[in-house]
């Protein structure tokens, strides 16, 4: 089956410190992986994604890797700051059947100044 | 501007009652989902449906319905068979075919009194 297992939190860092969130799948076929960001109070927003594997996702000074060999998509990024302060989720989502997305149980990071 | 809206941001239901929430979409994706949220956990998906007049069950659809009888438009009503509805619920849209990405509301907290 589908699932995705993500590093559990909370993570609290120092601005402009280095984030590195790791997320493992397990997944029949080839998935789509991707990293939503959910801040305070709303809904989920696309992060980044990737298709295949070897491709690089990344958006915002945020990235990750699609890596087959070792099933991973950490998502990582080089100096944070206040505002990354949110809800991280890794997903995937099957190219089987209905196309619905998997989601790990999320990372809540805090940055402090 | 395109884009998910949902209504109400905050929703209180008395016991026995039935609550209907909305999603409202014009981005013309033809996929659209429900998931419901608790704190500490990933998303669990409750309904979807990739066509009008057409939807299938999630992981969770026990005490829940929904129709959806326009594209734009897939509302979710928590029944008095849903013992435990206190969370916040999401809904997302896709456009059709494996590779597109599902995008989000801004969500529903639904309490009870």
Redesign the interface.
């Known amino acids: 089956g589908n699932s995705v297992t993500q590093m559990e939190g909370p993570v609290t860092l120092s601005e402009e410190a280095f984030l590195t969130i790791n997320c493992t799948y397990t997944a029949t076929g080839y998935p789509s992986l991707f990293w939503y960001v959910q801040y305070p109070g709303e809904g989920l927003q696309l992060l980044l994604k990737a298709t295949k594997a070897d491709d690089k996702g990344s958006n915002k000074g945020f990235e990750a890797t699609y890596r087959k060999e070792t099933t991973s998509f950490h998502l990582e990024k080089g100096s944070v700051q206040v505002s990354d302060s949110a809800v991280y989720f890794c997903a995937l989502s099957d190219q089987t059947g209905a196309n619905n997305l998997f989601f790990g149980t999320g990372t809540r990071l805090t940055v402090i100044p | 501007d395109g884009g998910?809206t949902?209504s109400p941001k905050y929703l209180f239901r008395k016991e026995g009652q039935n609550v209907t929430l909305s999603c409202e979409q014009n981005l013309n994706h033809d996929?659209m989902?429900w998931y419901r949220q608790d704190p500490?956990?990933?998303?669990r998906?409750i309904y979807?449906s990739?066509i009008v007049n057409d939807f299938?069950k999630?992981d969770i659809a026990e005490g829940y319905s929904v129709s959806r009888e326009k594209k734009e438009s897939f509302p979710l009503t928590v029944t008095s068979a849903q013992k435990n509805p206190t969370a916040f619920y999401?809904c997302?849209s896709?456009q059709a075919g494996?590779?597109?990405?599902?995008?989000?509301?801004?969500?529903t907290r639904l309490l009870v009194l």
């Open positions: 998910i949902q996929a989902y500490g956990q990933g998303l998906l979807y990739q299938q999630g999401l997302a896709k494996v590779w597109g990405t599902q995008y989000f509301g801004p969500g």
